[in-house]
Structure formats: C-alpha cells, structure tokens
C-alpha cells in the first residue's frame, strides 16, 4: 500500500468538501461494493478516479451526490455529516454525467432537457433560457435546441448530456468515462471544456493518457478499497503499481512514441480506376482477393448517403484497421460487408459477383462483433451463445459441441459454459461475443472498437486474443494503439467515402489527416512521451528530453 | 326469401370492382410515401419499426396551431365522442368530409392522416368483409350472390351497417391529427393536466415516449446481432426460443435502464415533478371555436337522430 | 388485434372507459411515487416489444404479451397497459382515443389476471416457470381475445360473426404468444429471477 495521506497538498484550514470515514457499501446480495473508504476532496482538486471495472469507482461517486445513502461510516459535506434532507441541496449542487448519454435525455426536446436542471434549481425563466443557450452553444448544439435526442448522433447526445449538466453550474463535476466512443476530435471538444472549467472535478476514465493531462490527482480504486491516493505524476512513473492494478497502460507506448511526421503519403493499394459505366470483373491479383468493391454505394432510406463510391481489395491475411470520425460511414461500410446492407455497385466474393442469394449468404463468411456487447449477447448460457451461430448453419451433436469448446478456449473462456452471459464482466462479455463470432470459422472477422470501455488490463488480454488469431480481419477503432498493434494497413474513411488506403506505418506517420477529419493523436504522443520520461525518471535510468 | 331483391354478379363484375378497389388502394399506399420506409428496410434488411414523430409539424401555423390547446381537446375530444354515437351513413359521412376539411385545415401533409387510416385498414376491412355475410336477414333488403358463393348471399343492409362503422373510425382517425399534431407533445399533456389528468400520468406519457426510440434502436442493433450469425425468423420451436430471449433481454436491459434514467433524474434535481414554464392564454377566439365545433357536434347528433335512416 | 373508434356503441364506449378509468386510477394508487420514471421506462420497453412480428406461415402476428406485463408489473400491469395503448392510439392509430377504455379492458383484465395466477403456479425450477410462463402468455392472448370478441358483440347481432372470427384470428396468436412468453419467463428466471421474484413494482 502506497497510501499518501492528503497532507502532501497543504490545505491549512480550510474544510473539505467531501470528507469520506471508513466508508462501506454492500450489495442487497451481501457483497461489499466498497470496503472501509477514507477520502478527502477539496475544493478545486481535479481527481482522476481509477481501478479496473469492477472495483468500486462508480459506486464511490454516487455516494458523492447522494444516490447511494451511506450505509456504514459517514460522510461529511462542507463540514456536516450528511443527511436525508441535505440530499436534494447536494445533488443540485453536483453534477454527475454518466456513461450512457441516452440516460441523461429524458425529455422529448434539447431544451427540456438541458432547462430539467436550472428549472429544478428554481431559477427564473429568463435565467434558465439564457443559461441553456448559453450551454448548447458550448458544445456547438444550439441548432438542434429544439430537436428531440432521438434525432442527434451518438457524439451530440453526449455533448447534449454534458451540456444539460454543466447548465447547472456544479460546484462538483463528476464524469464517467466522458470519451468513450468518441473520435479524437469530439474527445478534443470535451478536454477543452473540462480544462476551462473551474469548479471540483472527479473524472473516472481507462484512459490515463487523457487524465493526465486534466487531472492534478490520482485516486486507486481496487476491489472495493482505495489503494492509493496520491499526485497524478506519481500513478503513471510507477509501472509496477499500476500493473498491479492492471493499469499499465504503458505496454501501449511500444508504439506511438516519436514517430517523424512526414506529409507525402502513397496509396498502398491503387484505387479502381474505371469509369463507373465500364464492364466490371473482379480484380486479378497473385493472390485472388477475399472480398472487392467496385464503385460500391449505399444510401439510407431517407437520402443520405451511408457509402459512397467505395473501392476496397480485401485479401485473405489482411489485418485492416478501419478508421474515421463518427459517422463516417465505418458501420455502414461493415454492414454492406456483412450484407446487412443491399448497397448499389459492385461486389464480388471470392472472385465471384455479389447476388442476393450469395448476399444473404455472407453471414457465413463473415464474423461481427459489435461495440456493445449487450447487442450480441441475448442467450442465458455462454454455451448457448457461442452455439447460436453454428446451430443456424444446421450443425448438431459432437460437432456442435467441438466448435463451442473450441471457441470458448480460443478467448480463455473455458468452464464458462453454464455462466450467464448478462452477469459476467464487460472484459468477458467482449471475449465471449467474440467467440460466438469465431465458433462459425468465418473467413473475415470484423470488430467494432472492441476495446471500448475496458481496463488496460482487459485491453492487453484482448489485444494478445486478437494477435493470436491468425484471421483475416477488419477493426475499427479510434485507439492509435491498436491500429499499430493489430493492422497491417489502414483504411481512412471521411463522410462516407474511403479517403486513404495504405499501410498501417504511412498511417502513423501521416499528420495531414488532423485536418481531414480531426483525428488529431499527436497530444496522446505527447502525453505518453512525458509519462515514458517520469518513469525513466523513476527508475533513474535516463531522463528524456520534456517538449 | 322471395319478399328480399335478389341481384346475381357475374364474375367479371365482381372481378373489376375487386381490381378496382385494388388499385385505389395501390394508389393510396403510394400517396402517402408508405413505400419509402419499405424502401429503408429493403437495403438495410432491418425490419420498419420506425415510429413516427408525433408533433413534428407542432411548429407550423394554422386554426389549430393557434388554439389553446386546453380548449382544443375538450371540444374536439367531446366532438370525436359525438362522431361515435352517429347512426346514419349519411351523416357519418358527412362527418368525414368534415374531418377531411379538418386536416387540410391543419397545415399537417396528409400523409400522416393517411398513414393512419392505412394502420386501421387491416381491422376495418375484417368488418367490410365479414359482416356482409354473417349478419342476420333484415325484411326487404337487397341480397347480392356472388360467383362461387350461391348459400352465402352478401347483405346489403349488414354492408351499410359496417360501411356506417368504417366512415366513423376513418372520421375520427383522421381528427387525430389536427388534435394531436399541432401542439408539442408536452404542451398537449401540460394542458391535459391543467385539465385534471394527474401529473404523473403526463409525465410518465412523456417519458415513456422518449425511451419508445431508444428501446427501437437498442432491438434494431440486437436484431442485427442475430442476423449477422444467421438468424432468419420462421414458424418453428427454433423461432421462438431465440424471440423468447431476445424479449427476455430487452426486458432485463429496460429495467437496468429505468435505474439509471431516475439516478440521472434524481442527480439534476427531480423530486416527483416535472418544471415546466408552459403558460396557457384563452382568449375569446379560443372560446369561440371551442363553441363551434361542439355546436357542429351537437348539430350532427341532432339531424343524425331527426332526419337520418339506418340504411342511408 | 386493437379495437378502433367507432366500432362499439356509445354506451359501451363510455361505460369500459370510466371502468379503466377506475383500473387506471386503482394501478396508480398501487404505485409508489418514486417508482413513475421506471414504470414508464418499462412501458416504453412493452410499446417496443408490441412492434415486433413473428411470421406464422403465410401471415405474421405481433404479439401483445400480457402474460408477461402482468407478471413483471403486478397491480401496476394496468396502468402500464392504459399508458402504452395512449402512446400506440396517438402514434399509430393502433386503437383509437374513443377505443382506448375499451381496448385497455381487453389487455389490462388479462394482464391482471395472469400476474396473480403467475404468482400461484411459478414453482421454483426452470421447468415449472416455464410452464407458467407458456400458460400465462397462452391464457393472456386467450382471455384478450375473449373480451375483443364480447365487446364486439355488444354492439349487436350483426357483429356476432365478426366476434367469432375475431377469436379464431387469435389462434395462432395465442400459440406463439405461449411458445415466447415460456422462453422469455424461463430466461427471466435463469438471468435475473429478481425480476420475477421481488417483483419491482409490486407492493
């Protein structure tokens, strides 16, 4: 235990805002959620709040803004013990964002929901419209102050959650994984807005490349307990605590470190060049490509174009990493792949044109794993899970039972046959949908950010899973990381069009693209180069340069 | 049977007029835009449970738009209830073309309207095509024989009756929209609650509104899910198994989510009520055209019962 | 199947109104305050599930699924039920305003009644939960489709044969209802019998 008391940040009189003693909290089943919890926050701190999932971090926060009532020890705020009639004055006073946007838009417009907060405040009208304009033009919404949040993309919910929140003008902001999902630029959006603002700050985020730069203090979550609370330059300088609570992220910076920018950037593979009206025949290669677009569109029912003019050669053993703002059209281009979509253009399979038959056929070649596992799972059984797919292929008894077997063990999920998919961790459930992917023997396996919302630690045993495959496969993905870990080449994709096609290290070095479409990671290099420095530091090898 | 007119079709009569109402029912499809969602689950392969906007044009102008809300309910609540208690074909009917004025009226594209009366074409048509045959003799009606059918003669008098049933339900589906698409759906169940609904059944109508298009698109992605490993739906044990967990699941992530919605709900402020700013004005016109279409009820009612006949 | 305006007599019109008025008003009562956000959250989620068909041959059903509301929801089962078919009249003309008391008695009675009859049969194992869940899901769309064809023939003798094949349209209904709601209860059971147990909502 590294516990640092509060001491080392002076704070001569003046009384936390939080004051947490031995804090516990059991699940109606008896677990403990939190075990014996001592914290001070104080006003101003900016708190970095981490652990693997599971170890209590949201548990802690809502204790914070009084949805969890304190069960055992006690908490004061501003000096007073908390208490049932305190609760309604606390919550207005913090602000609480989690994970899923849609949660926080309970209302039937932008406005609504944004106005729930100040109008609960009791605020006046004009105060109350002025403070939501005021809020939806901070994250660039105030257009769509009318629409209803079915209407906005997953970014803009996101942005709308934290505008509704921030309406509120919190004295404490608590955030919960605020990027996940979101493309460089969108997370861009939010880093500004959380640096300029003023008030306490807890952020529980995976990311320590994005807390490190917006946090002064690091808090260590683990099995309920803190393990440690202290500056956030000392978290990230000492690796073996932070692997020890499978924090170490640092396996990461094997890559993105100091990559030379260069601006000229070649097309791996050379774009079809035919004229849209010419004859189409499958491309000749050395090795006949597993898949191939021609000129290949898709247009959504309302008009808008999904995919535009795509031309792409996939061939069997490419590692391709798809990537793109949201909505670029990476999902779309997946579903056409996988035949959910009937787009306009050519298509060939393994040399052989694309016709509704083959189309509704593709479900064998092709595997899929969605960001959200909760959209894949639906079985009571890993068992069943994993067996779903082979069964619709008609497969039976020790056959059947081989696949499940084998697929279970190809993401260590042995003896979990009989666990109820719903009740394990989101690690699990990601290795899980992944074997259900796997059990059909696809020829093309594509992920969607499979590494979304996991600890470092999941993200390592994910990332050894992915490598030792051995497949065909298509990620999508936000994360640098990953792109330069698991993909040969690298797919560029911008409002619906593919705009670069080469291979994964011109991709690296490319910095032309920050201004294409905002996939700006040169801060996350920056970020990792100074960690790397600290924990040099630390083990007094060598200090880097600090840019 | 001698004292009931009897009248034989011929088959090629019959065949037009089925072919005939086939087309005008193509056409209808057709005009309003029902293709275009057929359209979006043909190249996505998703199946349309689109839901549709229900105030979307809220924010136009027209009779209705201007009318406080309170009022427009009440009047054209209690004119739909008058609407169903006519007994004549004739004056239903005439309560149709009212209502079809009505949506002109309303500034909404008749598509909407239309698309309603397309969703109650299935249940309507049962009656246009049952009754006829099934209702009891009535003295000196006209009895049609169809080709094919010589012991089951049509009714005339069981056709005006469902006819009679038909032009009611189109008259009053088609009054849903100048009711109900002219005003936000929160001001129209703000008003419902000034006007004595309790709270919490206009905020509860609210909220489960909102999650209806979260839920839709939470299935359509685990629908998906299933496609992508091959599910395709039949009428096998197989089916419903893999329907009766993905409804299963659709329950347990919706109770999840009524969790987290009231924890977000509570952490910005919420103590049972929803605040709002809405405010209502009546103004003598409001009055006024409140009184108009309850007079119109009531007249309809009134010469309904004087003058109309069962038949016609 | 929904009932639309203009079908049934005014006087049995107003009459299944004021009585789901009182059923309406009875879930209310039944309700705890703070659980209005959830009960209309799980509205959403049975609105939802009502939108989704199953092919039965030739045709395809969508299923209602009272069995199951009523074993989720308990007392509130009604009010659940009065506030989905308001959002299914308003959006789809599903029913209709003048139909709604009419329609949410053919739902909500049943509903009702298989909550309670749930309760009595569930037993402990997979095995008997299924079985309860095929009976109330089989007996819900059962009863449902029982009270459609009564109302219809209240509104007179010309309306019997309409009745009548009202009921036999649910046939298939009534077994798909049975086969899903027995996989949706038994999954219930096997990921979260909490659901089923506690009974969230149920005082």
């Given at each position: 235990m590294?516990?640092?008391?509060?001491?080392?940040?002076?704070?001569?009189?003046?009384?936390?805002?939080?004051?947490?003693?031995?804090?516990?909290?059991?699940y109606p089943d008896g677990t403990?959620?939190?075990?014996?919890?001592?914290?001070?926050?104080?006003?101003?701190?900016?708190?970095?709040l981490v652990g693997r999932n599971g170890s209590g971090k949201t548990t802690l926060v809502?204790?914070?803004?009084g949805l969890h009532s304190c069960q055992q020890g006690s908490i004061s705020y501003k000096g007073e013990p908390l208490t049932e009639a305190m609760l309604p004055g606390l919550r207005l006073a913090t602000g609480v964002l989690f994970q899923d946007p849609d949660d926080h838009l309970f209302c039937n417009s932008l406005f609504d929901d944004v106005a729930f907060g100040p109008m609960n405040q009791g605020l006046d009208e004009d105060t109350v419209i002025s403070r939501v304009l005021e809020q939806l033009t901070a994250v660039g919404l105030e257009k769509l102050c009318y629409k209803p949040a079915h209407l906005l993309s997953y970014g803009q919910k996101k942005r709308a959650a934290f505008a509704a929140i921030m309406a509120m003008h919190p004295e404490v902001l608590i955030l919960d994984e605020p990027t996940a999902n979101l493309d460089p630029r969108q997370e861009k959006i939010f880093k500004e807005l959380l640096r300029e603002y003023r008030g306490t700050l807890i952020v529980i985020d995976h990311d320590l490349l994005f807390l490190y730069d917006l946090c002064d203090r690091a808090v260590v979550m683990s099995d309920g307990a803190i393990h440690h609370n202290y500056s956030f330059d000392q978290l990230v300088s000492q690796r073996e605590s932070?692997?020890?609570?499978?924090?170490?992220?640092?396996?990461?910076?094997?890559?993105?470190?100091?990559?030379?920018?260069?601006?000229?950037?070649?097309?791996?593979?050379?774009?079809h060049e035919h004229p849209i009206g010419a004859v189409h025949a499958p491309s000749v290669l050395p090795v006949p490509p597993l898949m191939e677009l021609q000129h290949y569109s898709f247009r959504y029912g309302d008009g808008t174009l999904g995919l535009s003019n795509a031309n792409l050669i996939i061939r069997p053993g490419d590692t391709l990493a798809l990537v793109g703002e949201n909505g670029a059209g990476k999902s779309?281009?997946?579903?056409?792949?996988?035949g959910l979509n009937r787009g306009e253009g050519y298509f060939f399979v393994n040399g052989k044109p694309v016709n509704n038959a083959l189309r509704r056929g593709l479900w064998r070649r092709v595997g899929m794993v969605f960001q959200n596992s909760a959209d894949q799972l639906f079985t009571p059984s890993c068992r069943e899970e994993v067996a779903f797919g082979p069964q619709q292929m008609g497969m039976k008894g020790d056959e059947l039972n081989d696949r499940v077997n084998d697929a279970l063990a190809r993401v260590h999920l042995q003896g979990f046959e009989d666990k109820v998919p719903l009740n394990m961790s989101g690690g699990e459930r990601k290795r899980l949908a992944i074997a259900a992917a796997l059990s059909m023997h696809p020829e093309l396996l594509i992920l969607d950010e499979p590494t979304a919302s996991l600890d470092p630690h999941g993200e390592e045993l994910l990332t050894e899973i992915l490598e030792s495959l051995g497949l065909t496969t298509i990620l999508i993905t936000h994360d640098l990381f990953f792109i330069e870990r698991l993909s040969t080449r690298a797919i560029v994709m911008h409002q619906g069009t593919i705009i670069r096609d080469y291979?994964?290290?011109?991709?690296?070095?490319?910095?032309?693209?920050?201004?294409?479409?905002?996939?700006?990671?040169?801060?996350?290099?920056?970020?990792?180069?100074?960690?790397?420095?600290?924990?040099?530091?630390e083990k007094g090898v060598r200090i880097l340069p600090i840019d | 049977m001698t004292a009931h007119p009897e009248i034989h079709i011929p088959l090629t009569t019959l065949a037009s007029i089925i072919g005939g109402l086939a087309v005008l029912f193509v056409l209808f499809y057709w005009s309003i835009g029902g293709k275009r969602a057929k359209r979006d689950s043909f190249r996505t392969g998703d199946p349309d449970w689109s839901v549709p906007t229900i105030d979307a044009y809220a924010d136009r102008s027209s009779f209705f738009h201007q009318w406080d809300p309170r009022i427009k309910i009440v009047s054209l609540f209690l004119y739909c209830f008058m609407v169903v208690s006519l007994q004549s074909l004739c004056w239903s009917t005439v309560a149709f073309t009212i209502s079809l004025l009505a949506v002109v009226a309303c500034n909404i594209p008749f598509a909407r309207a239309g698309k309603r009366l397309l969703a109650m074409a299935g249940f309507l048509s049962m009656f246009l095509l049952v009754v006829p045959f099934t209702s009891p003799l009535q003295s000196s009606e006209t009895l049609i024989y169809l080709p094919g059918l010589p012991g089951f003669p049509f009714h005339t008098a069981g056709f005006f009756v469902a006819l009679l049933i038909v032009v009611k339900a189109c008259a009053i589906a088609l009054m849903m929209e100048p009711l109900l698409g002219t005003a936000p759906l929160a001001v129209t169940l703000q008003s419902l609650s000034r006007l004595g609904l309790p709270d919490s059944i206009g905020q509860m109508v609210l909220l489960s509104h909102r999650y209806i298009f979260v839920f839709v698109n939470e299935i359509t992605r685990m629908y998906r899910g299933m496609r992508v490993r091959g599910f395709v739906p039949g009428t096998n044990m197989a089916t419903m198994s893999a329907m009766g967990n993905f409804f299963g699941m659709l329950f347990v992530r919706s109770f999840d989510r009524t969790q987290r919605v009231y924890d977000a709900m509570l952490s910005r402020g919420y103590a049972g009520q929803f605040p709002s700013f809405v405010r209502f004005a009546t103004t003598q016109k409001d009055w006024a055209k409140g009184a108009l279409w309850i007079m119109m009820g009531l007249f309809l009612l009134f010469i309904d019962r004087m003058y109309g006949n069962p038949f016609f | 199947m929904h009932i639309s305006d203009g079908v049934l007599p005014i006087s049995i019109t107003v009459a299944s109104w004021a009585v789901s008025f009182g059923g309406a008003a009875y879930s209310l009562r039944c309700m705890k305050n703070e659980d209005l956000p959830k009960v209309a959250v799980v509205t959403s989620a049975f609105f939802v599930a009502s939108l989704i068909h199953l092919p039965f041959g030739p045709t395809s059903v969508h299923l209602i699924l009272p069995g199951i509301v009523g074993a989720l929801l308990g007392p509130v089962a009604f009010l659940s039920i009065v506030l989905g078919l308001f959002l299914q009249s308003i959006l789809f003309q599903f029913g209709g305003l003048t139909a709604l008391g009419a329609n949410a008695l053919m739902m909500g009675l049943p509903a009702l009644f298989c909550g309670l009859l749930f309760q009595g049969i569930r037993g402990k194992t997979v095995l008997s939960h299924t079985i309860a869940g095929a009976v109330c899901g089989g007996l819900g769309t059962a009863m449902a489709a029982t009270v459609l064809a009564c109302l219809l023939a209240t509104a007179g003798e010309n309306f019997v044969g309409v009745a009548k094949l009202a009921l036999a349209a649910h046939v298939p209904v009534f077994l798909v209802e049975a086969g899903v709601s027995a996989f949706t209860v038994s999954f219930l059971f096997r990921v979260k019998p909490e659901l089923l147990t506690t009974g969230r909502f149920r005082t």
């Open positions: 590294h516990f640092m008391s509060d001491e080392h940040i002076p704070r001569e009189g003046e009384l936390p805002l939080y004051d947490l003693d031995s804090l516990s909290f059991r403990y959620a939190l075990r014996d919890i001592s914290l001070k926050i104080h006003r101003g701190d900016r708190i970095g809502k204790h914070l803004n932070l692997r020890e609570h499978g924090l170490d992220f640092t396996f990461r910076f094997s890559c993105c470190g100091d990559q030379q920018s260069v601006h000229v950037h070649q097309h791996y593979e050379h774009t779309t281009l997946a579903a056409c792949l996988l291979s994964t290290a011109e991709f690296l070095t490319d910095d032309h693209l920050q201004s294409v479409n905002g996939l700006d990671y040169s801060y996350k290099s920056d970020c990792g180069r100074r960690i790397m420095a600290l924990q040099d530091h | - | -």
